[in-house]
């Protein structure tokens, strides 16, 4: 499974796949929605966004990205987890577009 990106896409993706004897499923191509890591990336983006001193170098951001993923609530990941049949369900009723999520 992937976003149909074109890094995915690559001929060396296509290789280690091959190689790996996996075989891609079909995905629509806005599947962010399906996604639910991006919503994780949402939060952290706006926890970094929120500190009163943001991250400036590298070891600073993975400090600080460390620290909001330490502190980021079991129950937001809970919720991911448990939206993901009702987010399928809605992304096949609305044959792929986008949904509000």
Known sequence: MDDNAPCHRTVAAE????????????????????????HVWDFLGRRLAART????????????????????????IDTLILSMGRRCETCLAVR??????
């Open 15 to 38: 290789q280690l796949l091959e190689s790996e004897d996996i075989e891609r499923m079909d995905w629509p191509e806005r599947s962010s929605d399906l996604n639910p890591i991006e």
């Open 53 to 76: 001193l943001p991250p400036v170098t590298i070891r600073e951001l993975r400090l600080a990205l460390q620290d909001e993923w330490a502190a980021m609530p079991q129950q937001l």
């Open 96 to 101: 792929g577009d986008h949904i509000p999520y």
